[in-house]
């Protein structure tokens, strides 16, 4: 039996401002979300769940660009990031965003992903703690200040087998 | 012993164990050659950061003004 | 992360300088290689290509620590991606790195190729290192047929590969797109 199960998947025909998974069922263990693309400009790539915009997202990211090293934290913000500078319309990135015990309604819920560009200059290790106990239902991505994910784009989600 | 490569195909599950050809030979040494290079190349830089790091520290603890790069590494 | 081992290998008591997936076929949506190695040599940094030595130089950054340092550095000058520091005569015995290599995308043509790989090494003595290389190319956008990992040296008996495919779809989940 396959460990991970295809949940839904979507290829841009168009540039598009939101991508939302919805309707996830909760009888999996984790969550694995593949995003390779481009977005318009090279701002944050942000990850919501359950509709939520309160300020309740706490991040660490720890990135490599050439050769600097650099890492920062953020609490109590609006939203999660899967990218910080790895995706631009003229940089293709790949994301690898594991979502552990999603469903789980004892803990907060919270994401390991690292993202790479093809330029040569980008590696990023991102984690986010989402402060809520609810099952995730729904996984929401989008450019911050209203950008968009260019046509093409790939969003893939995989559900993580326990047992 | 004559070197060798696996190739496994995909398509059929066949995996069969060939000996080089003289061109990939010297594919091979060219890559040792490289990667000689790219290792100490590697090795320098991190030693290069480590000094700088040094050097920051240092004039840091006794006043004195940093390089651009020796702030950058200290504080990102 | 897996859902189908398409191939695998386990280098024998002679070695071997590479090993190498062909005929990869463009059915799943990303691919994945478990590597598992050591080399016959004091050690050695595997290299990986794709489709058979391409030309184009790859652009990587490479993000490793050998414990004693942390730094990262750009790579744009080669036509292969070093995977990272693998045990050899040089690291204790029975020591073998783990390595994981993602290329997202590998059958689509749209974009520019990228691939990751991920290795960690550590003996019970001094020698370790971790890496972590993200790689793209600017116009290299043909599908991906073929994978090859290739050492300096050779891979010593017991290295192991493994090939698996992930296969996007639809099962349970809605995607809306605004």
Redesign the interface.
């Known amino acids: 039996m ?9 290829t ?1 025909s168009s540039n ?10 909760g ?1 999996y263990q984790d969550l ?1 979300l ?1 995003v ?3 977005s318009s400009m090279g701002f944050f790539q942000n990850i919501r769940f359950n509709g939520d915009s309160g300020s309740n997202y706490n991040i660490v990211r720890f990135t ?8 920062g934290v953020a609490a109590a913000q609006t939203r999660g990031l899967i990218s910080d500078s ?1 995706f631009n319309s003229s ?4 994301a ?1 965003i ?1 979502i552990l015990d999603y469903a789980r309604t004892d803990k907060h819920k919270t994401t390991i992903g ?10 990023e ?1 991102l984690c986010n703690r989402w402060s809520s106990t609810a099952a995730i239902t729904s996984v929401a991505l989008s450019s911050d200040s209203s950008q968009t994910y260019l046509a ?1 784009t ?7 087998r326990g047992s | 012993m004559a070197l060798t490569k696996i190739i496994v195909n995909c398509e059929t599950g066949v995996s069969e164990e060939i000996e080089l050809t003289a061109e990939e030979i010297a594919q091979l040494e060219a890559d040792k050659a490289q990667g000689e290079l790219d290792a100490a190349a590697a090795q320098a830089e991190a030693d290069r950061i480590e000094a700088l790091k040094v050097s920051a520290r240092a004039k840091l603890v006794a006043g004195e003004a940093l390089t651009a790069e020796e702030a950058s590494l200290l504080i990102g | 992360m897996i859902t189908d081992l398409i191939a695998s290998t386990t280098v024998g008591a002679g070695g071997t300088s590479s090993i190498e997936f062909t005929s990869i076929p463009g059915t799943y949506t990303d691919l994945v290689i478990l590597l598992s190695a050591r080399t016959t040599a004091a050690s050695d940094v595997p290299r990986l290509r794709a489709n058979t030595y391409i030309s184009e130089f790859n652009k990587s950054n490479v993000f490793f620590s050998n414990g004693a340092t942390v730094s990262s550095f750009s790579d744009t000058s080669n036509t292969y991606v070093q995977i990272g520091t693998i045990p050899g005569t040089s690291w204790s015995a029975n020591s073998f790195c783990n390595v994981l290599i993602q290329l997202p995308n590998y059958a689509g043509t749209t974009y520019a190729k990228t691939y990751k790989t991920r290795t960690t090494s550590k003996d019970s003595g001094a020698n370790q290192e971790a890496r972590l290389t993200g790689t793209g190319f600017t116009s290299f956008t043909a599908a991906i047929t073929s994978v090859q990992i290739t050492s300096a040296n050779t891979f010593a008996q017991y290295t192991t590969a493994y090939l698996y495919g992930t296969l996007k779809g639809s099962g349970g989940a809605t995607v809306t797109v605004v």
């Open positions: 396959p460990a991970l199960v295809a949940l839904a998947n979507t841009l598009s401002t939101t991508i939302t998974f919805s309707s996830i069922p009888t694995y593949v390779v693309g481009r490599a660009n050439g050769a600097t090293l650099a890492s790895s940089i293709t990135g790949a690898f594991h690292d993202v790479h560009a093809d330029n040569g200059y980008n590696n290790l093409g790939t969003f893939a989600l995989y559900g993580v």
